[in-house]
């Protein structure tokens, strides 16, 4: 039986695909970015067989792989295409499916279609990365505030980045979800270093009645 769970955050660039390669290994699971928006200098799905150790098989095929670096909606664009529901259906697999969406839950697949449409249609829950620094508490709050409006369930949120207590403690008592942890700024991050962090740092009890 399939068991998705969505890796959003309140942005780009925060750590959601090193994130989602810690939980796939973890979790022994399959790894999808159903929308690529930018292939160099690696795509996501490049990233996460490097880091989570993962045989190639279970890193399933983008839907969309597209090659400009910009907001799904207009990379499509360049490319001819518009991004459509229909051929991103939630793929079959034995177990966790890790799947990954593209910056932040309001992103646009095109003029028609949000990134949070996508998560609900398929009644997955989420998980939210953020930052751990200035600016996180209002992102993260908005961010789930977003997908609760859209009806995603927000399994909990996982801080990225270097200890801010306060942080750590007002944004899941505010957003009235568990924190699964925080993952430390990794140097060097590689398979080891992600895979000794998410087994020290991250609580996967908030997904226990979910796996
Ligand atoms: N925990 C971490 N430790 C070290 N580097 C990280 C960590 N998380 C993310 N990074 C780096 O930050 C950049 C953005 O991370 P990425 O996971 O690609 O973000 P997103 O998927 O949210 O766009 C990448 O260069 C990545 O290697
Ligand atoms: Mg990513």
């Known amino acids: 039986m399939t068991r998705p769970i969505v890796i959003t955050g309140t942005d780009t660039g925060i750590g959601k695909t090193v994130f989602a390669a810690g939980l796939a290994g973890l979790l022994d699971g399959h790894y999808w970015k159903p929308v690529q928006a930018g292939v160099e200098p690696e795509t ?73 449409d996508l998560f609900a249609s398929w009644g997955a829950p989420a998980i939210v990365c953020a930052r751990t620094g200035l600016g996180s508490i209002n992102h993260s709050l908005l961010t789930a505030r977003a997908l609760r409006a859209s009806g995603v369930r927000v399994l909990g949120v996982v801080f990225i980045g270097d200890p801010h207590a306060e942080n750590e403690h007002i944004v899941p008592k505010l957003a009235g979800v568990p924190s699964l942890g925080r993952l430390p700024w990794l140097d060097p991050l590689d398979r080891d270093t ?18």
């Open 44 to 116: 996501d799905s490049a990233t996460v067989a490097r880091l989570s150790g993962l045989p190639k098989e279970r890193l399933l095929e983008e839907a969309y792989r597209l090659r400009l670096p910009a907001s799904p909606h207009l990379a499509a664009r360049e490319e001819g295409l518009v991004i459509e529901a229909e051929h991103l259906a939630l793929p079959e697999v034995d177990g966790a499916l890790i799947v990954e969406g593209a910056g932040g839950v309001l992103v646009p697949l095109s003029e028609a279609l949000l990134m949070v």
């Open 194 to 211: 992600l895979g000794y962090a998410m087994r020290t740092h991250i609580d996967l009890a908030p997904l226990k009645a979910f796996l």
